[in-house]
């Protein structure tokens, strides 16, 4: 399935700073950036139980915010670009 994950890291303190980049270091272990705080990540539902596990034991919830949409397995079409930096299809292959 296809999950959009967000989040929102108070940088105001250098704890902040560095929850900020452990946040973007997991997300980044699962899924593609496609805007500053934004990832696209495809995974089953035990991978996105525990990515929602992890990124909640990095946060401080009263600072920090996070946010999951669920795409579903069937999300051609749902996603629409326009714009530089298009992303690369999750699903396919990669030729380099």
Do not use: W
């Not at 991978?47 to 034991?57: E, I, R, S």
């Not at 919830?61 to 579903?72: M, P, V």
Request: hydrophobic share 40%; glycine share 6%.
């Amino acid at each position: 399935m296809l999950i959009l994950v967000t989040y929102d890291v108070s940088t105001e303190t250098k704890e902040g700073q560095r929850r900020l980049s452990k946040v973007a270091k997991k997300c980044e272990a699962n899924g593609q950036r496609v805007q500053n705080s934004v990832f696209e990540c495809i995974l089953d539902y035990s991978q996105y139980l525990t990515l929602v596990a992890d990124l909640k034991k990095i946060i401080k919830e009263d600072e920090d915010s996070l946010r999951f949409y669920n795409l579903g397995a069937k999300y051609d079409g749902k996603v629409v670009h326009i714009g530089i930096k298009a992303s690369i299809p999750l699903d396919g292959n990669l030729v380099i």
